[in-house]
């Protein structure tokens, strides 16, 4: 039915069911390929926008707020910060878990926006101090994975 043609009654529709292939790859970008390449180096890299000082994780190649191009990384942490905490009782394909995780959004000294990932160490409370424990060196691919957790640091 052509779209010129004016549907008058829901007898009139027509659909069927099927499926497109579709394969894509998503890139992460000239600022997302620095930050997975510092997580490989053990570093935990913020872009900072030159004009405005803004520090955003994950970097970002341009600035937010002024819309300058960004060019210049910065290490954050390691010491970060629980924002926010949740415990998960699923797995990501819907199974139920045998324990637990506990999940947090992970925050950084002078950088906007954060990391989520899993969090460990009795205690954990949003406010906690966490640190990243890596994947050994050879182990590692620009990941976020690259990082296994975030344990708790008593200080």
């Not at 797995?91 to 906007?112: Q, V, W």
């Not at 899993?118 to 994947?135: A, C, D, F, L, M």
């Amino acid at each position: 039915m052509p779209l010129s043609e004016r549907i008058t009654s829901v007898d009139k529709m027509r659909f069927w069911n099927d499926r497109i292939p579709l394969r894509y790859e998503y890139t992460a970008g000239v600022a997302g390929e620095r930050f997975l390449r510092g997580l490989q180096e053990g570093r935990i890299l913020a872009s900072r926008c030159p004009k405005c000082g803004v520090s955003y994780l994950p970097p970002k190649a341009y600035c937010v707020s002024c819309f300058e191009r960004i060019g210049k990384f910065r290490e954050v942490g390691p010491l970060g910060r629980v924002a926010a905490l949740t415990e998960s009782h699923v797995n990501f394909d819907g199974t139920r878990r045998e324990k637990p995780i506990l999940l947090a959004y992970i925050t950084f000294k002078g950088a906007s926006g954060g990391i989520i990932h899993r969090v460990s160490g009795r205690g954990v409370t949003n406010g906690s101090n966490v640190e990243p424990i890596y994947r050994p060196r050879k182990k590692r691919t620009g990941s976020l994975l690259d990082i296994e957790e975030f344990r708790l640091v008593r200080r």
